[in-house]
Each structure stands twice: as C-alpha cells, then as structure tokens.
C-alpha cells in the first residue's frame, strides 16, 4: 500500500526559508515520478515541481526539488518565500519511468499525501 506523509510546513514571514519532507513506503520508491502540488483557498491545485526516477526535474518557480531514493523521502527547498506561496503543499507519486513533469497536471499522479501547509505572512 502506497503511503505518502509531508512534514515541514509552518508559518514564516516573507523572505524566509522551509524545507518539506514527504516520506514514501509502500512501494519502489525510486522507480515513481514524485512531484509537489499545492492548492491555496478558493483556487484550483497546482504543480510545483517534478522529480522522474532518473532524478530530472521540472520546477515552477523557486523551489528545488530532490530525491533521496535510499530514504525514500522526497524534498522541496523553498526559499525567499512570498505571502502568494501561502497553501496547502501536497506531495504525489506516479508509478511510471516515463513522463514526470508538472505539465501533466494533478490528474496524471495516482498517490497523494495529506498535505502540509504553509503560510507566508508580509
């Protein structure tokens, strides 16, 4: 059973810095597509970065995205944070070698997390 879990959101102030963790289990971690979503209130969900298994990224934004294959945890280092970073910052995982960016949309990832949030206040 696949099982995805975030950790690091918090409340920071504009120009701050946080790292989130999504620690996987439940399958070859190092074989999936992982990516970052988030969804701020009232809007649609939305890619923030993209990790494939050959470890090349697609990233909107800031972010940096990174693996650790033999932690099975998947990162994502956002610095110089702004208050529009503000939302729910979910991690996804896509059982496939191929294609993995954040392009393909939400629909694309088969496994999700709870989500963590983060609040950036000015």
């Known amino acids: 059973q696949v099982r995805l879990v975030e950790s690091g959101g918090g409340s920071v102030q504009a120009g701050g810095s946080l790292r989130l963790s999504c620690a996987a289990s439940?399958?070859?971690?190092?074989?999936?597509?992982m990516g970052w979503f988030r969804q701020a209130q009232g809007k649609e969900r939305e890619g923030v970065a993209t990790?494939?298994?050959d470890g090349s990224t697609s990233v909107k934004g800031r972010f940096t995205i990174s693996r650790d294959n033999a932690e099975n945890t998947l990162y994502l280092q956002m610095n110089s944070l702004k208050p529009e970073d503000t939302a729910m910052y979910y991690c996804?995982?896509?059982?496939?070698?191929?294609?993995?960016?954040?392009?393909?949309?939400?629909?694309?990832?088969?496994?999700w997390g709870q989500g963590t949030q983060v609040t950036v206040s000015s």
């Open positions: 996804a995982a896509k059982p496939y070698r191929g294609s993995c960016n954040i392009w393909l949309g939400s629909s694309y990832f088969n496994y």
């Open positions: 439940g399958y070859t971690y190092s074989t999936y597509c």
């Open positions: 990790i494939a298994s």
